[in-house]
């Protein structure tokens, strides 16, 4: 059924369960669009890949930046991810009944109001709008720690390619029928840095007297990359995600996950035979499956989707899927790994 209006559709969201059924009605594109927000983040990362044809240690020097979440009414760990969040719209109707310093107000403040032509003026521009937002949430999440003199460089972030990503989980899983709700289409960038510069921020966060009160980022940590690729999937732990992972080391949303894989995929130039060695080696050091079709799967998605984001073929992907766990791999004795 297709909803005319987002009271009729957050009220057809509240009576279904959670699930398929409001999943249903969210797959019907005019429904889905009453309620969507667009949702950015960047990865920061350092160092330059090593001569070794060990794929492992050809990654050893590169390094990235993770938040440690926390949930905003519990204060619990709520996953880690890149710096990021929700894009902030402004009401069109408003905006036009604004004076010019009120408008000027909203600078830095809404993702979707720039100048333009040396005038105040809304945009619906996705490459203005996803960078801005990018901007304003690395500068809340790094204020949450007390950090308010980084910036970053917006002609060094690039973007991730993610055919027509979606992250509807919360809308179909999670929202409890209070407050707002939305269907997000995120965008996941990079943006290459300095080991010191992840450093500077790591130490920085680790002052807990300069956090914000209420903080949502609990800190900010320098890990290997190699060490993000395995951060999905995990269900050991005491503080769990709504999914049951671990909320203290798993990736909270897949997209940022997969796009630590991008990364690493666009680092070994693409290479189908190196990436899947990576995954190998990967895969060896880790107890729990490491599954790309589980993670797509909380996205809508499927192999084809991994494998068009990592830049390789299917095929790779779906022999890369279909390899056994760490476990499995240590008892068969596979020499070729």
């Known amino acids: 059924m297709i909803y005319k209006t987002r009271k009729d559709l957050i009220k057809a969201l509240k009576d279904a369960p959670k699930g398929e059924k409001r999943s249903q009605i969210l797959n019907i594109e005019q429904n889905r669009n009453l309620i969507k927000n667009s949702g950015a983040n960047v990865t920061l990362y350092s160092g330059d890949v090593l001569d070794n044809n060990n794929p492992i240690q050809a990654l050893d020097n590169i390094y990235i930046g993770v938040i440690q979440r926390l949930n905003a009414k519990t204060g619990y760990p709520d996953g880690i991810g890149a710096l990021g969040g929700l ?4 009401d069109e109707d408003k ?8 408008k000027k107000q909203l600078l830095g403040q809404k993702d979707d109001v720039i100048i333009q032509n040396e005038k105040v003026v809304l945009t619906d521009d996705i490459n203005i709008i996803r960078l ?8 809340e999440e790094l204020g949450n720690l007390g950090i308010y003199d980084f910036k970053l460089d917006k002609s060094q972030i690039h973007l991730i390619q993610m055919e027509d990503l979606k992250d ?6 999670i929202w409890n029928g209070n407050g707002d709700v939305w269907c997000i289409t995120p965008y996941c960038h990079i943006l290459k840095t300095t080991e010191q510069t992840l450093d500077i921020l790591a130490n920085r966060s680790a002052d807990i007297h300069k956090h914000e009160q209420n903080s949502e980022v609990a800190e ?10 395995k951060s999905f999937g995990n269900f050991s732990g005491n503080n769990k995600l709504e999914d049951g992972r671990n909320a203290n080391s798993d990736y909270r949303y897949p997209h940022e996950w997969f796009a630590t894989w991008a990364l690493a995929s666009d680092l070994l130039n693409n290479d189908e035979n190196k990436l899947t060695l990576l995954y190998k080696k990967i895969q060896l050091q880790t107890p729990w499956k490491i599954s790309f079709k589980n993670a797509a799967q909380k996205m809508g998605k499927d192999l084809d989707f991994v494998a068009k984001t990592l830049n390789i073929g299917i095929k790779a992907i779906e022999n890369i899927e279909n390899l056994p ?13």
């Open 168 to 173: 509807d989980n919360f809308a179909i899983n």
């Open 132 to 139: 801005n937002n990018v901007i304003r949430e690395t500068k």
């Open 325 to 337: 766990t760490g476990t499995v791999l240590i008892n068969s004795h596979n020499r070729s790994i």
């Open 87 to 90: 894009s902030e719209r402004t």
């Open 95 to 102: 905006f036009n009944h604004m004076t010019i310093s009120e």
């Open 220 to 229: 900010y940590k320098k890990i290997k990359l190699t060490q993000a690729l």
